[in-house]
């Protein structure tokens, strides 16, 4: 196993059972879903678990995943890199149809005796991906950025003025 990895096959009940909080990184080897969907990930993203029960005795685990992937903007169609922080409270079942038992607040984890982390962090980044990423405002052409200027502009021309860097001219001397 590498340093730093989540391990493969965990025990999560168990984990839950002793209130066990897990750390570990996240590299392409551990997401093959996400590159097998044809997205890059920068490495390395992090996913915790903080295993533990709660006062009804259910195994819960609060997972938090941090990853960096690369998409295609959907509108200039270059890449872009989305900083994805999904986070979920999930209750063990061990089987779909115990998911009906649990409280709203809970995400149900179908899972058995061991559990993949990479695996359940990688869902969690599946889940967080937008279905059409655009770029905020970088890629827009020039004209529409001159035509979005002068719109801000109007609206509020002391905002958008303020910190844009300009040339510094002398006015009226020669
Ligand atoms: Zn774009």
Redesign the pocket.
Known sequence: MKTGALPKQLDLRGLAARGVEITGTLSSDDLPRLIEAGLQVVEPGSATFRCRRDETGRYVVEVQVRAQVVMQ??????D?TLSLTPSALMACIWADEDASDLPDTYEPLLVGEAADLSDIAEEEILLALPVSP??ET???SAEQTAALREDEAVATSSETSAGREKPVRCAGTA
């Open positions: 903007c959907q509108r200039c169609l270059s872009m655009l770029h970088e890629c827009k």
